[in-house]
T-cell receptor
Framework: TQLLEQSPQFLSIQEGENLTVYCNSSSVFSSLQWYRQEPGEGPVLLVTVVTGGEVKKLKRLTFQFGDARKDSSLHITAAQPGDTGLYLCAGFTSGTYKYIFGTGTRLKVLA | NAGVTQTPKFQVLKTGQSMTLQCAQDMNHEYMSWYRQDPGMGLRLIHYSVGAGITDQGEVPNGYNVSRSTTEDFPLRLLSAAPSQTSVYFC?????????????????FGPGTRLTVL
């Protein structure tokens, strides 16, 4: 069974601080996605990374795919209360139709 | 476009009852899937479909049935509800049809159905 472990599980920080969320697996993924989910809603896609070592930036969010395509990280610079939510990573394996989701990181940014 | 819609939003069942969770999308997507979300466990894939008439099992299929008679609809049936099926259920769709190419397609999620089984 493929597993995606995310760390930390919970994170509470002050506005303006930086943070990094990690997504790790022993399996290789052909692509990896990051989603954000707010209470009472479904996840919304933030970014997709495909190439090992790839780095993508989305305003204050920086996403990196590991060289071996087994892990990924999400770094937020100068966090804002609007960044509060549940962050999920999801891996896709070539040859299957299945997305495997990580366990999630719940972020709270205090004003 | 309404995107992905799910009904009902909330449901309470007694153990042993059956019910169908509805999911519909108006984006002409081939791929549709059902997930359940439990605290601390992320989303787990129940069943998925790559087109009308084609369905397959995900990670946790036991106790659930699906069918896909049209591109738009993908209902999830609970055969005999159990307390272990208390969860939030999400339906998702994406254009993906090929299992052999890195998937960069966006999965669009519905708002979810919160199910409690007593």
């Amino acid at each position: 069974t493929q597993l995606l472990e995310q760390s930390p599980q919970f994170l509470s920080i002050q506005e303006g601080e930086n943070l990094t969320v990690y997504c790790n697996s022993s399996s290789v993924f052909s692509s990896l996605q990051w989603y954000r989910q707010e209470p009472g809603e479904g996840p919304v896609l933030l970014v997709t990374v495909v190439t090992g070592g790839e780095v993508k930036k989305l305003k204050r969010l920086t996403f990196q795919f590991g060289d071996a395509r087994k892990d990924s990280s999400l770094h937020i610079t100068a966090a804002q209360p609007g960044d509060t939510g549940l962050y999920l990573c999801a891996g896709f394996t070539s040859g299957t139709y299945k997305y495997i989701f990580g366990t999630g990181t719940r972020l709270k940014v205090l004003a | 476009n309404a995107g992905v819609t799910q009904t009902p939003k909330f449901q309470v069942l007694k153990t042993g009852q059956s019910m169908t969770l509805q999911c519909a999308q108006d984006m002409n997507h081939e791929y549709m899937s059902w997930y359940r979300q439990d605290p601390g466990m992320g989303l787990r894939l129940i069943h998925y479909s790559v087109g009308a008439g084609i369905t397959d099992q995900g990670e946790v299929p036991n106790g659930y049935n699906v069918s896909r008679s049209t591109t738009e609809d993908f209902p999830l049936r609970l055969l005999s509800a159990a307390p272990s099926q208390t969860s939030v259920y999400f339906c998702a769709s994406s254009p993906s049809t090929s299992p052999y190419a890195p998937s960069t397609d966006t999965q669009y999620f519905g708002p979810g159905t919160r199910l409690t089984v007593l």
